[in-house]
């Protein structure tokens, strides 16, 4: 054997091996600017119980603010919110268009129109009181319909 030139042991091999690869400090967080810091530590800072009833109440206004543009629609006024909900104006347009047409059912359309637009408004409002009880499945279905809703637009 050549004394001059000794083999390495495999373990010696690996940690050559190891020193030779880039090194990636897997313990340091990435850049992130003053006001990302600041925005994610706010982000830490609330109780996920505040979150969901924060979340909630944005389901309650969505619902709140349709019930009013359907009213206002009804009594013909000419102030539109644009946080309601578009399904609420087909159904006040269509309940508008049947009324037109057929004499003598205005008010009739009107009234069904608006108990459409209520039951709609009221599975909203079932949506925020489930979400406020930190349910998962109303929060993730009611943005899929809210964002479907708003392709109407």
């Known amino acids: 054997m050549n004394q001059q030139f000794p083999t390495d042991s495999p373990s010696r091999q690996e940690e050559i091996r190891r020193a030779q690869e ?3 400090d897997v313990g340091t967080e990435p850049y992130l600017s003053p006001a990302a810091q600041k925005t994610q530590q706010a982000m830490r800072s609330i109780p996920p119980e505040t979150a969901y009833k924060n ?3 944005n389901f309650y206004w969505i619902a709140a603010l349709s019930m009013i543009n359907s009213l206002v629609n009804v009594f013909s006024g000419t102030v ?3 946080m309601g909900l578009e399904i609420a104006q087909v159904v006040d347009a269509i309940a508008f268009m049947l009324g037109r047409d057929i004499v003598g059912i205005k008010t009739a359309a009107s009234v069904v129109g608006l108990l ?3 039951g709609i408004c009221g599975l909203i409002v079932v ?4 979400t406020s009880k930190r ?3 109303p929060l993730i ?3 899929i319909l809210y964002s479907v809703d708003a392709v109407l637009m």
Not at 127 to 130: A, C, D, K, S, V
């Open 80 to 82: 539109r919110f644009p």
């Open 135 to 137: 349910k998962d499945w």
């Open 55 to 57: 979340i909630a109440s």
């Open 127 to 130: 949506f925020g009181y489930l």
């Open 22 to 24: 880039p090194k990636l």
């Open 116 to 118: 459409v637009n209520a």
């Open 141 to 143: 279905t009611g943005m």
